[in-house]
C-alpha cells in the first residue's frame, strides 16, 4: 500500500545502504541507485549512469548523414521508428525538403504504432512490478503484432532503421495492409482487458496511488516532457504545439493527469494508447493517393534496376553509398514527441558530408535527474514502481 | 509572438549584451556575452510577456578554427504559454573555458551541464557537483573536443593503418612489420 511521503527530518534511527542496480529485475536497464535506507523509508539516493554509453554524438560527426539513422535506433530502443523518422525529418528541414502527404501518413501510422509498442512495455512492466504478470505476457502478444507491422515495412524488428532521407524505401506491402487491419480491429478489444485488469483494480489502485507525486512546477523545473509532464497536468504535446508530419490533420486529444503520481502516469500512457488507434485509424483511411518518398534524388537511393540501366541514378547511388552528398551549411532542431517526451534533435552542418555537431535531447537523460528528488521519503517498494513509471531506458539515458 | 518582437522585447533590457542575432531554420539565435548569460536566463525565464520558464536543452560545441571563441555553449529556451522558442549561444576561448552555471534557475540543467563538462571541459561557475557523468571518471581529457579521433587515443591496439583511415602509408607499414 502505498504511504505518503515523510519529512526527512522525523527519521531517526539506522541507515542501511542499498544498491538498486545496476543489474537489477527493478531496474529494468543498466543504471545504478545507491539508496541510503531507514528501514523501508529511502532517505537519500544517489544515481550513477553511463554503463551504456556509446559516444553516439561523437560517432555522428564521423558519419553521413544516413549512416547516423542505425544510431537512433539504439536511443530508445522500445520505439525506435520515431528515432528514425525524427531524424529524417531533421535532416529534411535542413536541406529543405517536402515530403508528399502520402509520406506524411505512412510516418503517422508507423511512429503512432511505436507510441503504442513503447507505452505497452512501460505500463505492462508497472503491472508486472506490483505483481499482475498475466496483462504483461498478453500484451506482449499485440507488441509481437506491431514488430511484425515493422517487418513488413523495412525487414527489421527491434533496431528498425525505418524510412529513408525523403521517405520510404517502399510502399505498405498487401501483407502490411492485411496485418494493420488486423491489428486495427483486434486490438481495442485485447487492450481493454488489460484496462479492465488494471485500471480499476483495487490493489492495483492502492499500489499507485500517491507513489511519488511529483508536481507541475517542479517537473517543468526538471524538464519532464512527455507522458511524465502531462501526468502533471501540463499538456505540452510536441505534435500539438508543433506539428510535424501532419499531425494537424488528426483529431485527437491529450490526456493530463492532475497529481503527477504513478497512477496519473499510468493512467496518461493508456490514454495516450486509445489515442493513438484513433489517430492510426484517421491516417489509415485517409491515406492520399501518391509517391512514397519525395523527390531528392541527391539522398535518396534509387531503385537498383534504375543504378544498373541508369547512369544518372548509379552516380547518385555511388555519392550516397560513399557519403558524399552536399549538404546546405546551418543549424537546424527539430523536435517530435517520443515516447518519453520531447526528442529533439540539434544538428549543425558546416557543408561537409558529415554533421558538424550533432545533439540529441533525450527526455530520458533529462527528467531522470529527478528520481531522487521524486523517491526521497518514499517507500522501497514505491520508488520501484516510480521508475517503471517513469520509463527510463537505459539506451536514451547514456547516448 | 513573432521573433522580431521577442528580440526586441530583450533588447530592452539587454541591449549592449546582444553580439549577434540570426533567425536559422525559424527559431531565434542572439549570441551574447557569457558574463550576461545568468541575468539574460533569469530575464527570459520571470519575464511575463516572455515566460521561457521550461529549458529544452543545452549543450556544447568546439569550433577549432574560430581563434578567441572556440568553445561554445548553446541553450534553448522554451515558453510553453506562447509558443516562444529562444535559442542563446555564448562563446568563450579554450584556455578558459568556464562560464555561469544556469542550475540555480532550472534543475534540469544539472545532469546536461555535467555531460558538457564531461565531453567539453567547460566549467560551470555555481553547479553542486561538476563530476564527469557518461566516461569514467579517471578519464583525463574530454572527448568531443575536436582534436581526438573517434577512437579512444589512449588505445595501442588499435592503429588507424589497419583500418584505412589515417596515416595509412603502405611503405611505413611493410618496412615495418614485413621482416
Known amino acids: 500500500m502505498s504511504t505518503e511521503p515523510l519529512e526527512i527530518d522525523t527519521l531517526e534511527g539506522e541507515f542501511s545502504t542499498l544498491n538498486l542496480g545496476p543489474t537489477h529485475p527493478a531496474t529494468h536497464g543498466i543504471f545504478q541507485n545507491i539508496l541510503t535506507m531507514n528501514g523501508e523509508r529511502i532517505y537519500h539516493s544517489e544515481q550513477t549512469v553511463g554503463y551504456i554509453h556509446r559516444a553516439f554524438e561523437k560517432i555522428a560527426e564521423h558519419r553521413p548523414f544516413n549512416q547516423i539513422t542505425p544510431l537512433t535506433d539504439r536511443l530508445n530502443y522500445c520505439s525506435s521508428p520515431i528515432n528514425n523518422l525524427g531524424w529524417h525529418m531533421t535532416v529534411e528541414k535542413l536541406i529543405g525538403c517536402t515530403v508528399p502527404k502520402r509520406v506524411d501518413y505512412m510516418r503517422v501510422i508507423i511512429m503512432e504504432l511505436a507510441r503504442i509498442a513503447d507505452h505497452l512495455v512501460c505500463n505492462t512492466v508497472i503491472a508486472v512490478d506490483t505483481g499482475a504478470l498475466t496483462g504483461f505476457t498478453y500484451m506482449f502478444q499485440e507488441r509481437e503484432k506491431i514488430y511484425e507491422l515493422y517487418e513488413e515495412v523495412c525487414g527489421a524488428r527491434l533496431t528498425t532503421n525505418i524510412g529513408r532521407i525523403g521517405g520510404f524505401e517502399r510502399d505498405f506491402s498487401p501483407a502490411f495492409h492485411q496485418k494493420l487491419k488486423k491489428f486495427l480491429a483486434e486490438f481495442p478489444k485485447k487492450f481493454q482487458e488489460f484496462c479492465d485488469l488494471t485500471e480499476r483494480n483495487r490493489v492495483f489502485m492502492d499500489r499507485v496511488i500517491n507513489a511519488c507525486p511529483f508536481d507541475a512546477e517542479r517537473c517543468l523545473n526538471y524538464g519532464f516532457t512527455g507522458p511524465n509532464l502531462r501526468a ?122 558529415k554533421p558538424f555537431r550533432l545533439h540529441f535531447r533525450r527526455p530520458c537523460f533529462i527528467y531522470y535527474q529527478a528520481y531522487p528528488e521524486m523517491i526521497k521519503g518514499c517507500l522501497l517498494s514505491d520508488a520501484v514502481v516510480t521508475l517503471s513509471s517513469l520509463n527510463v531506458i537505459a539506451g536514451e539515458l547514456d547516448a | 509572438m513573432t521573433n522580431q518582437e521577442v528580440l526586441d522585447h530583450v533588447r530592452t533590457k539587454f541591449a549592449d549584451q546582444i553580439l549577434e542575432f540570426d533567425e536559422p531554420y525559424g527559431m531565434l539565435t542572439i549570441i551574447i556575452n557569457r558574463d550576461a548569460l545568468l541575468p539574460m536566463v533569469e530575464f527570459i525565464k520571470t519575464d511575463e510577456v516572455l515566460q521561457c520558464n521550461f529549458m529544452t536543452d543545452l549543450c556544447g560545441m568546439h569550433h577549432p578554427d574560430q581563434l578567441g571563441r572556440e568553445l561554445g555553449m548553446v541553450y534553448m529556451f522554451h515558453g510553453m504559454r506562447k509558443n516562444i522558442r529562444i535559442r542563446i549561444k555564448c562563446f568563450m576561448p579554450i584556455d578558459d573555458p568556464h562560464i555561469d552555471s544556469i542550475t540555480s534557475l532550472f534543475k534540469a540543467a544539472n545532469w546536461m551541464e555535467r555531460e558538457t563538462f564531461d565531453f567539453y571541459g567547460i566549467k560551470f561557475k555555481g553547479h553542486p557537483d561538476l563530476r564527469r557523468i557518461l566516461n569514467m571518471d579517471d578519464m583525463d581529457y574530454h572527448p568531443m573536443l575536436k582534436q581526438y579521433k573517434l577512437e579512444d587515443g589512449t588505445r595501442t591496439d588499435k592503429d588507424d593503418r589497419f583500418f584505412g583511415r589515417d596515416g595509412h602509408d603502405g611503405v611505413e607499414f611493410d618496412q615495418r612489420y614485413i621482416k
Open chain 1, 232 to 353: 502533471a497536468g501540463v499538456d505540452y504535446d510536441v505534435r500539438v504545439m508543433n506539428p510535424y508530419s501532419s499531425y494537424q490533420d488528426f483529431d485527437f486529444i491529450i490526456p493530463v493527469g492532475i497529481s503527477g503520481d504513478t497512477y496519473d502516469r499510468y493512467i496518461v500512457r493508456q490514454k495516450e494508447i486509445w489515442e493513438s488507434v484513433k489517430i492510426i485509424n484517421q491516417a489509415y483511411n485517409n491515406l492520399p493517393e501518391g509517391d512514397y518518398h519525395a523527390d531528392v534524388p541527391e539522398f535518396y537511393l534509387p531503385p537498383k534496376d534504375d543504378v544498373y540501366n541508369n547512369m544518372e541514378a548509379l552516380i547518385y547511388h555511388f555519392k550516397i553509398v560513399m557519403g558524399e552528398m552536399d549538404v546546405p551549411k546551418g543549424e537546424v532542431y527539430h523536435s517530435v514527441e517520443g515516447g518519453n517526451g520531447e526528442l529533439g534533435y540539434y544538428l549543425v552542418s558546416d557543408g561537409g558530408r
